[in-house]
């Protein structure tokens, strides 16, 4: 987590992914401004976001067929919860 705040300037990780998922959803959504557009994005930033994109969906595929519950899932998102500060240990 240090290592992505570092090499992108960011001195509050939650402040961080609070704007990453502010601009995804500017990606996703249009508002009453119409449809987003995507300014000075370069090909690797496109290349990117599609690989987050895609983990996220793999991810997904690896829970969702299951209907017990997955406790390393739970575990992975209660630690990331906890380095954002957003739970309690």
């Known amino acids: 987590m240090s290592q992505i705040a570092t090499l992108n300037n960011v001195d509050d990780m939650f402040k961080y992914v609070k704007n990453v998922a502010n601009v995804r959803n500017e990606l996703l959504y249009a508002t009453a401004n119409g449809i987003a557009h995507v300014k000075n994005e370069s090909k690797k930033q496109m290349q990117d976001r599609h690989d987050a994109i895609f983990f996220h ?9 299951y ?23």
């Open 57 to 65: 969906f793999i991810i997904y595929l690896l829970i969702d067929p």
């Open 67 to 89: 209907s017990e519950k997955q406790l390393f899932v739970q575990q992975a998102l209660d630690a990331f919860l906890r380095m954002l500060r957003i739970i309690e240990k």
